[in-house]
């Protein structure tokens, strides 16, 4: 029997919070719904995907399934992204890969929306719904460029509104609605109109291709934006500056991607480890020194070094300023709220 032609794509994104709100959403979801679903909610890599597919089957008459790589997408199912895999869609498939972390994830709402947008165009639906921080900006705004439509829970509702205010803060939605509006705007939609074809923007095609093949090369790179002076917090690789987009993001050579706001994270979060080793070598340091101090030969009565002495105590004034530094990281000149 041929496969049944996918009309509409559904691309769901959400972390904090994200299991209750996915709960609530999918129970409005009509067992017709002309559309195949997918989800990506921020896991940690040891999460058990089965057991949240479970609790998410518990709230639907859809079928749910795991996103397996490979496998064929079918209309009215609801498929989740595996922890520490990346979800993206081509023409008919899925693939799920242990590509680059993106925004610090794995999998990540940018990968999967940015290639549903390069694989479905105007066909693809966006919902971003409650979570910290901006991933998800991107993907959306990759969606919109290409014809789809962009729906974000109300931040008045959402548990963690950051998420759908990162989107409402840099563009214009189709809608801001609560969770119970979503599933009638969805059966509406898709019940009386179709999608027509659109021509997706060359960097979105261009960017979602080089997550697929999880490699890219300078000249690709350098089609998505500036090289900056700026290296990789993952991998200490060279960054290009992409500015067409929504916010400001920077994708390294082996891939993995920033907005701003999560590279100054990661930043901070390099300066802080950076200064913890600092302070544990000089700990070291400062302890060898005290030990070499005392008489070597204490039953032959000889002096303990009391230059050493003098050192170790240099140094526990250092380690003072370096942890006073540790405390007051969050609060360097440029340091976001």
Not at 82 to 92: E, M, N, R, V
Not at 101 to 127: K, M, Q
Not at 189 to 195: E, G, L, M, Q, Y
Not at 307 to 322: T, V, Y
Request: charged share 25%.
């Amino acid at each position: 029997m041929k496969a049944e032609a996918i009309k509409n794509i559904i691309t769901i994104g959400t972390s904090a919070g994200g299991f209750s709100a996915i709960a609530k959403l999918v129970t409005n979801f009509k067992p017709d719904l002309d559309a195949a679903i997918f989800i990506v909610i921020h896991l940690s890599g040891h999460s058990n995907s089965e057991i949240i597919l479970k609790g998410i089957q518990k709230h639907t008459l859809l079928k749910c399934k795991v996103a397996e790589d490979q496998q064929e997408i079918q209309n009215r199912t609801i498929y989740l992204a595996k922890a520490d895999h990346q979800l993206l869609l081509i023409k008919g498939k899925m693939l799920v890969t242990k590509g680059a972390f993106e925004n610090h994830w794995r999998p990540a709402v940018d990968v999967l929306f940015r290639s549903a947008a390069a694989a479905y165009g105007s066909c693809v639906t966006g919902i971003i719904l409650t979570g910290l921080m901006d991933d998800g900006v991107s993907g959306m705004y990759a969606i919109k460029r290409s014809g789809g439509l962009c729906i974000v829970q109300d931040p008045e509702e959402a548990e963690f509104p950051d998420m759908p205010n990162s989107v409402l803060e840099v563009m214009e939605v189709d809608y801001k609605v609560t969770l119970n509006e979503i599933g009638p705007i969805l059966s509406n939609r898709f019940s009386h109109t179709t999608c027509v074809e659109t021509e997706i923007p060359a960097e979105v095609k261009l960017e979602a291709e080089i997550t697929r093949r999880m490699t890219t090369n300078m000249k690709d790179l350098s089609k998505l934006g500036d090289f900056s002076h700026l290296t990789c917090p993952d991998c200490g690789g060279t960054m290009v500056r992409i500015t067409n987009d929504a916010i400001p993001r920077y994708r390294c050579y082996t891939g993995h991607s920033f907005t701003e706001r999560i590279f100054e994270e990661q930043q901070l979060k390099g300066i802080e480890d950076s200064l913890w080793v600092a302070i544990r070598m000089m700990e070291e340091r400062k302890n060898l020194l005290m030990n070499m101090s005392r008489p070597r030969m204490a039953d032959q009565g000889l002096p303990a070094d009391t230059s050493r002495n003098e050192r170790a105590e240099g140094i526990q004034l250092h380690i003072d300023r370096l942890r006073k530094m540790l405390m007051d990281l969050g609060n360097l000149p440029g340091t976001a709220d």
